[in-house]
């Protein structure tokens, strides 16, 4: 390993003479290796770093510790006697970000302090407080600029210790002639003794104003992060004789407070004797009343809302009328409705009566604000339920002619159509207006549009339509309409208008139309099922209309058929045209309850040559012989499984269909399944069970 001996003698000695300039020595990274081979070395060789005479490099190193908090870095650079001639820099740079341990030590070590500034010098701030986001520039800085860093930066002890050595307490900053006094920040701060120095022993009037207009007081309610239950600048900046009362554009210290839910701050002004609405009041700036209800982003306050309650009744009674429409034209229950809880909806209605009397508030009108503002407004049908329950009714024409009820059931959701009929008393909706309304709905043709599953949701509330009401001749033509129809709309209908005795027939005309499957179960779920034996050439219609599901839930419906039946629909189905997968799970089906697929003569139609070229006819084929030549391997075995053992013939009847199989890279497979039955036939095997045991 290499020593540092090993050196020449004479680069030795040049290093340590070195006095400000080493650049013929060594590189600079060469030399910071050095400096770590041992103690002797790293302080010889950090000595000549430190007094490098490129003072660019040497200030980016010290603000850099002066940024980070690296004391150590500093206390290095003191004791090679290098002069810090723009410590006063280094100590607003640690003031800047808050490096209490750094600014300590260069107070402690005399460091000068620029107590004012001229008016060229510039200096890099940020208003953190209410220009969040945005990079740091230079701003014009008046006064100190360590102290309002300091301020800023949470450090009340260096900024009277600032303050104490002779710092401008006017010092503010500014972009070019727009001030922010340090008494500002100091407020918003929370730094109740720096205000207190600032007013007391600087003479800093308390009310100064900045270039918005904010006096500290307001300042500090519009933007302090403090808690609200922390009052204690508040009571300090009244006991010092803020104005409680100062305006600007429309807004009070109590708006502030109010507009950002900050409950014990507010009552503490209206305990100095703040005033409760605003001289000139502006369009777009809320009163303290609908300040105190505005809560629209503030979900915070749902646990606070006592304190809300509190506020809202000590308004009241100072002189806030709840009947009064502010400068944007809001009432307070129309802000409430609009930015405000259905708590806050509910509680001044009660205020609203108890105060006013019952016919002070319209109902009415309010659901008609709701509709009007439904998209905007969070919460609705929340707060449309409280207005309901102070003596709203759904069923009462509102301003577009509308009733509330009406307009919730064609906005077609469920839920909200569901919880209105399950809220609704007698004193909110007569159940007579429901028969009405589902008398006129039926009558008007466009009734499609209104959601089926709401429709179900009026049935089922006890919703009658007059008696003697026939919908037979409507579901008719809505049935052989070429248009789609929802399914449900066609069942409400049916239960609700049209006979019993009526019902079959739709059944049998929609299995000859064109509607859907799933219209047609709607429509057969609406006949008892014990009927349906009566109607048996329902299970052909099925199997015309080619729907394996509607064949299956017939069979089930139905029950036993005879034996001919099932022969003679599985023989349709069979010579059918059709999908092939459709028609192998109709012959499913029918072989399930009982139809025999197999040849009835034991000869399967490929037998004779001279059958060869009819044998992909499919109205000569079997049902079973139909599968081997058009369906997989999997699926011919599961039609043999599905079979009675005594109607299987032998397996040897199948060998000659082997060449006419539709897949042919399986028929390999179902020479060997037929062998395996045969094999197991001759050994006395139980057949029912062999497909199982090959698949």
């Excluded at 701030?125 to 800085?141: E, N, V, Y």
């Excluded at 806050?344 to 209605?349: G, I, N, R």
């Excluded at 026939?470 to 049209?498: M, Q």
């Excluded at 039946?565 to 349709?572: D, G, I, P, V």
């Amino acid at each position: 390993m290499a020593r540092l001996t090993d050196l020449p003698v004479e680069l030795l000695q040049m290093i340590a003479a070195a006095k400000e300039d080493f650049s013929d020595i060594l590189e600079t990274q060469d030399l910071a290796n050095l400096s770590l081979v041992s103690r002797w070395s790293h302080y010889a060789f950090n000595r000549v770093l430190y007094i490098d005479k490129d003072k660019i490099r040497l200030s980016e190193a010290i603000d850099y510790a002066a940024i980070h908090g690296n004391t150590d870095t500093l206390k290095v650079a003191a004791s090679f006697g290098i002069d810090l001639e723009f410590s006063s820099e280094v100590l607003e740079t640690a003031c800047r970000h808050g490096r209490r341990e750094v600014v300590l030590w260069l107070l402690e070590r005399d460091t000068p302090v620029r107590l004012e500034l001229s008016s060229s010098d510039r200096h890099c701030f940020i208003d953190s407080l209410t220009r969040r986001g945005q990079h740091a520039r230079d701003r014009l800085t008046a006064g100190c600029p360590a102290l309002l860093h300091a301020i800023c930066s949470n450090m009340e002890d260096i900024a009277l210790h600032l303050l104490s050595l002779g710092a401008n307490p006017n010092s503010a900053f500014k972009t070019n002639d727009n001030l922010r006094s340090a008494l500002h920040y100091a407020a918003c701060r929370n730094m109740i003794r720096v205000v207190e120095y600032l007013v007391q022993q600087s003479g800093i009037p308390i009310d100064t104003l900045d270039f918005e207009d904010y006096t500290p007081l307001r300042f500090m309610m519009r933007f302090s992060r403090a808690p609200d239950r922390d009052t204690g600048m508040v009571k300090k900046l009244i006991e010092l004789g803020a104005n409680v009362n100062i305006e600007a554009d429309g807004v009070l210290p109590l708006t502030s407070a109010l507009r950002r839910g900050r409950f014990h701050q507010a009552r503490a002004l209206l305990d100095a004797g703040s005033k409760i609405k605003p001289d000139e009041p502006q369009p777009d700036i809320l009163s303290p009343l609908h300040a105190l209800i505005y809560v629209r982003y503030n979900s915070k306050l749902a646990t606070r809302s006592p304190m809300q309650w509190s506020i809202l009744r000590r308004l009241v009674k100072a002189g806030a009328d709840l009947r009064e429409r502010d400068a944007s034209g809001s009432t307070p229950l129309e802000e409430s409705i609009l930015n405000g809880s259905p708590e806050m909806t509910s509680h001044l209605l009660t205020m609203m009566v108890k105060k006013y009397g019952k016919n002070s508030v319209d109902y009415q009108d309010l659901l008609s604000f709701i509709v009007e503002n439904a998209e905007p407004t969070r919460f609705f049908l929340e707060k449309a339920e409280v207005i309901l329950k102070h003596g709203g009714r759904m069923d009462t024409p509102l301003r577009d002619g509308r009733t509330f009820f009406l307009w919730v059931l064609k906005r077609g959701d469920y839920s909200q159509v569901e919880r209105m009929l399950k809220i609704a008393t007698k004193s909110m909706l007569n159940r007579e207006y429901l028969d009405g309304l589902l008398q006129d709905i039926i009558a008007d043709p466009q009734c499609m549009n209104i959601n089926s599953g709401n429709l179900k949701l009026l049935v089922n509330s006890g919703a009658k339509l007059k008696t003697g009401t026939d919908l037979t001749s409507d579901v008719f033509a809505k049935i052989h309409s070429k248009t789609r129809i929802d399914p449900r709309l066609i069942a409400v209908l049916i239960n609700v208008g049209v006979p019993k005795k009526k019902r079959p027939g739709l059944v049998t005309a929609a299995l000859k139309s064109r509607q859907s499957t799933s219209t047609i179960e709607c429509i057969l779920a609406c006949v008892e099922t014990h009927l349906w034996h009566r109607y048996p050439w329902w299970l052909e219609l099925a199997v015309n209309k080619g729907s394996d599901f509607l064949l299956e839930m017939l069979l089930n419906g139905i029950g036993k058929v005879n034996q001919e039946s099932l022969q003679a629909l599985l023989s349709k189905v069979v010579k059918g045209k059709g999908y092939v997968d459709v028609k192998y799970y109709m012959v499913s089906i029918l072989v399930k309850h009982g139809a025999n697929p197999f040849p009835q003569k034991g000869r399967c139609v490929c037998h004779h040559e001279n059958h060869v070229a009819g044998a992909s006819g499919d109205e000569t084929l079997s049902a079973f012989e139909w599968v081997i030549h058009n369906c997989t391997a999997y699926e011919i075995c599961a039609v043999w499984k599905n079979t009675a053992p005594e109607m299987r013939p032998d397996p040897k009847t199948f060998f000659e269909c082997i060449p006419h199989m539709a897949i042919d890279y399986e028929r390999p497979l179902i020479k060997e399944w037929l062998e395996y039955l045969i094999k197991k036939n001759d050994q006395g095997a139980k057949v029912e069970d062999t497909s199982e045991e090959f698949q």
